[in-house]
């Protein structure tokens, strides 16, 4: 009989990928009251962690931040609200909503009041670049760091792809109203926004584009987006006073840029640097919908960006 010890090894439990201790936070949906307008909105992260405002664009929705929210929530608080006329947000027919970009804006202002958050860093794209810089303006005090993806300010970065539109703006008449009806609010016009300038069109993946093609396909649906493509020309014109912003409060800002985008082009993102000399400009090889193709390289800047400046969990 040998006279070695016996050792008996106890194994711990291989945790499951459900173990919140070796996963991302999980992201979950809620809606709530603002402005008479029931508002879905995606969030994550700690309650008391620093906040991060996500405001998509045209024709999306908050699903498309479903890849970034989880990089960001180990960190932040991240809430990512569906705008009124896009999404799973429901506007009661009563309400008699005026889909405008400054009604839009008053609406996620509220929805701020509601979810109690005085203080936020915004991510803007498209859209939600008119609606993040008028809350911005409003509010000077309470946002702490910008980060524009395609989300311009600027009369140089609006693209040629814009032509058809600003037609629309000089003469508003059915016809120009149908004739953007029948080449952008179809399902080739989404496809198109989503995988024009991405280098393997195949890597977008199709439930993105799939999606909001059907939300647009609800009744009335093309109409709300018709009336916010002629109320676009109001931001156009609030080009100066955004600017104007920019100079006074100089907001820490990192324009992270799908430099293919045909809408939003690179002129866009270089013009923060006359408003804001610190801004920090950075250029990816993709398109308008940036996030389809490269959400690690976003997260990773946005983390680092918010770290350089003193933002974090």
Do not use: C
Not at 100 to 112: E, V
Not at 250 to 258: D, F, Q, S, T, V
């Amino acid at each position: 009989m040998s006279d070695a010890t016996s050792v008996t090894t106890t194994k711990r439990p291989i945790p499951r990928k459900a173990d919140p201790r070796f996963g991302p936070p999980l992201t979950s949906l809620h809606k709530v009251e603002a402005d008479g307008v029931q508002v879905l909105y995606r969030t994550a992260g700690e309650v008391n962690a620093p906040v991060v405002l996500l405001l998509h664009g045209f024709p999306t929705s908050s699903f498309m931040f479903r890849e970034l929210i989880p990089r960001l929530a180990g960190d932040y608080r991240v809430i990512a609200p569906d705008l009124p006329g896009f999404g799973f947000t429901e506007v009661p027919q009563e309400r008699k909503y005026p889909y405008s970009f400054d009604q839009l804006t008053a609406t996620m202002d509220a929805l701020t009041q509601a979810l109690r958050i005085d203080r936020y860093a915004i991510y803007v794209f498209d859209y939600g670049a008119p609606i993040g810089f008028r809350l911005a303006m409003a509010h000077p005090e309470r946002v702490t760091a910008i980060i524009s993806q395609n989300g311009n300010a600027y009369e140089a970065g609006l693209g040629e792809a814009w032509g058809p539109i600003r037609k629309y703006w000089a003469s508003p008449t059915a016809e120009n109203r149908e004739i953007l009806r029948q080449s952008i609010l179809t399902a080739g016009g989404t496809r198109w926004q989503y995988t024009h300038g991405v280098a393997n069109p195949e890597t977008v993946p199709p439930e993105s584009y799939t999606l909001d093609t059907a939300l647009l396909e609800r009744p009335g649906n093309k109409d709300i987006q018709l009336d916010l493509f002629l109320n676009y020309a109001a931001n156009v014109k609030l080009y100066p006073k955004f600017q104007e912003y920019f100079r006074k409060s100089k907001p820490p800002l990192l324009a992270i840029w799908g430099k293919n985008d045909p809408f939003f082009v690179p002129a866009g993102a270089e013009g923060f640097l006359k408003d804001i000399p610190g801004a920090k400009i950075q250029f990816l090889d993709t398109g308008h919908f940036a996030l389809e193709t490269h959400v690690v390289e976003i997260a990773s800047a946005m983390k680092q960006f918010f770290e350089a400046h003193g933002i974090s969990g």
